[in-house]
């Protein structure tokens, strides 16, 4: 997954949700999906589902 030469391990936990990709040339990062719609308020948090799990590879971030 993902253009940088670099390989990442995902397993899908959803199959009615699509893998992250981007959603336009030149993106920087992946886009993330979810069967649900979350509004967030400042400093709010909430557990939202991607519908997958991923190993993150020594050297790399993931952001949300």
């Known amino acids: 997954m993902g253009g940088g030469g670099s390989e990442m391990l995902v397993q899908r936990l959803d199959d009615g949700i699509p893998l992250p990709d981007y959603e336009h040339p030149g993106d920087a990062g992946l886009d993330l999906r979810s ?20 190993a993150l590879l020594p050297g790399f971030v993931a952001l949300v």
């Open 35 to 54: 069967r649900v719609d979350v509004v967030l308020a400042p400093g709010e948090r909430a557990l939202v589902p991607t519908g997958i799990a991923i």
